[in-house]
């Protein structure tokens, strides 16, 4: 009876040794090898295209859809230049999914 007992107790001690290198070495991999930092496409505020006005729109040049003041786009996108939105409608831009910024 007593081997039985011994022999659980040293069973039940192996296990929670090999629990707990397991954990140590997933915790030693996981903050080895960080995961890379994900890829951001959006410029920070900072980033914005000098020149915005709270009147004007950002035209994305490259898919003639323009940006209003306040829009994640707005001032961010590669390729583009502010006009005000009449001047972006007379160059045959439109605004985001058809909609207007500026109520006229």
Do not use: I
Not at 68 to 75: H, K, Q
Request: hydrophobic residues 35%.
């Amino acid at each position: 009876m007593q081997l039985r007992s011994l022999f659980s107790a040293l069973l039940f001690s192996a296990l929670v040794l090999a629990c707990s290198l397991t954990l140590t070495a997933q915790t030693a991999t996981s903050t080895a090898n960080p995961s890379p930092a994900k890829h951001n496409p959006f410029q920070p505020a900072a980033k914005q295209a000098p020149g915005a006005a709270p009147n004007k729109v950002w035209v994305n040049l490259s898919t003639h859809v323009y940006h209003c003041p306040g829009d994640r786009y707005y001032g961010r996108t590669r390729n583009g230049k502010y006009l005000t939105e009449t001047e972006a409608k007379a160059a045959g831009d439109h605004g985001p999914r058809g909609r207007n910024c500026f109520n006229k």
